[in-house]
């Protein structure tokens, strides 16, 4: 600054200006009426929505009390009962006999034929089976290809 200069002069501070009474009312009241608006939405939608019924003083409530007495028998309990199963093939066996004919005195067929099957299970059950031509039981029956070999297996 430079002598003989006033410092600069700034503009007074603003006054503050006093509200009247009237003016709190106007902010303070329906600020509470919302907070008692969201409060008794809150407080009047409980968990079940339901109103709670009301409570008059503490009275005293029944109280339900079960008791179980169980009486121990002494019966013995049947012993239970096993069926075991077993499972049995059965093979059945066929007895064929055998019928020898007598050669005849005239034919002279020798040994060749003394032994005479009907069908090949005839051979089978006597343990001949297969039957060559010349054995004893061979017959042509028995031998369907023409091969020399009766009952082939």
Not at 3 to 17: A, D
Not at 91 to 105: E, G, H, I, L, S
Request: aromatic content about 4%.
């Amino acid at each position: 600054m430079y002598p003989n200069q006033q410092p600069p002069s700034f503009p007074p501070p603003p006054v503050p200006r006093a509200r009247p009474g009237w003016a709190r009312k106007r902010i303070l009241i329906p600020a509470l009426a919302l907070s008692w608006l969201i409060g008794a939405a809150m407080g009047g939608a409980g968990a079940s929505g339901s109103p709670e019924p009301e409570r008059t003083g503490a009275a005293p409530r029944p109280t339900v009390t079960s008791t179980v007495t169980e009486t121990a028998t002494a019966e013995a309990e049947p012993a239970p009962t096993v069926t075991e199963t077993k499972k049995v093939n059965i093979r059945t066996t066929a007895t064929a006999t055998v019928t020898a004919k007598a050669p005849a005195a005239d034919s002279g067929a020798g040994d060749s034929n003394s032994v005479h099957y009907g069908n090949c299970s005839e051979a089978r059950a006597a343990g001949a089976a297969p039957v060559h031509r010349g054995e004893a039981g061979y017959g042509r029956h028995l031998d369907r290809d023409g091969d020399g070999v009766g009952c082939d297996i």
